[in-house]
């Protein structure tokens, strides 16, 4: 299986200040098509997980333009332009490019 | 509006086997390219991504607990049931399903189910 290692696992944020995390697998998420596998999620306190992007840099659908994906191969970053009240909960990405899907261990944002 | 609901036991003991069943509404099991999974997630833990029943009946294991689970789908009742037998108090975990996009990804969850095993 690939495994996903994030950092950091806590960050805690200002309001109004830019977040970042970093993920990285243990291998190539690419795909002969020129698609990153890797999708970013954001598991709210008592809530399910919510698909933030896809395909490493797509926006989800209804997802705010302060969130935005980039990297490509084993190097993932996911940043938070200006970080909001409502961001905080846990981070979390994901590899497809194997069917066994795998996660990484979590990143918790929270506010100062 | 696409949604899934796991539903299931709440309280198990060792050995037993564990029944659940997902819910979808919003989309057909018999859409190509989508699917449903099954992810669990152990209290304060990370994410565990169990199975997967595509749209034509294709069916991907975990490899790890591959031999103590088995999916399957009811198109007619729009339901998708995971079991797993010979339930440990280590499989104490809210248990969530997902509709995939062709294997690309999990959009959107169940709300989750907690399972607790203990004697």
């Known amino acids: 299986d690939i495994v996903m290692t994030q950092s950091p696992l806590s960050l805690p944020v200002t309001p109004g200040e830019p977040a970042s995390i970093s993920c990285r697998s243990s291998?190539?998420?690419?795909?002969?098509?020129?698609?990153?596998?890797l999708n970013w999620y954001l598991q709210k306190p008592g809530q399910s997980p919510q698909l933030l992007i896809y395909?490493?840099?797509n926006r989800a659908s209804g997802v705010p333009d302060r969130f935005s994906g980039s990297g490509s191969t084993r190097d993932f970053t996911l940043k938070i332009s200006r970080v909001e009240a409502e961001d905080v909960g846990v981070y979390y990405c994901m590899q497809a490019l194997q069917t066994s899907i795998t996660f990484g261990q979590g990143t918790r944002l929270e506010i100062k | 509006q696409v949604t899934l609901k796991e539903s299931g036991p709440v309280l198990m003991k060792p050995t037993e086997t564990l029944t659940l069943t997902c819910t979808v509404s919003g989309f057909s099991l018999t859409n190509a390219r989508m699917g449903v999974s099954w992810i669990r997630q152990p209290p304060g833990k990370s994410l565990e991504w169990l199975a997967h029943?595509?749209?034509?009946?294709?069916?991907i294991y975990s490899t790890s607990l591959k031999s103590r689970l088995s999916i399957s789908k009811d198109t007619s009742k729009s339901q998708v049931v995971l079991s797993m037998t010979n339930m440990d108090p280590v499989d104490t975990a809210t248990y969530y399903c997902a509709r995939i996009l062709g294997t690309d990804w999990l959009d959107p969850w169940g709300r989750g189910t907690l399972v607790t095993v203990s004697s």
């Open positions: 395909l490493a840099s």
């Open positions: 291998q190539s998420l690419m795909h002969s098509n020129g698609n990153n596998y």
């Open positions: 029943i595509f749209s034509n009946d294709e069916i």
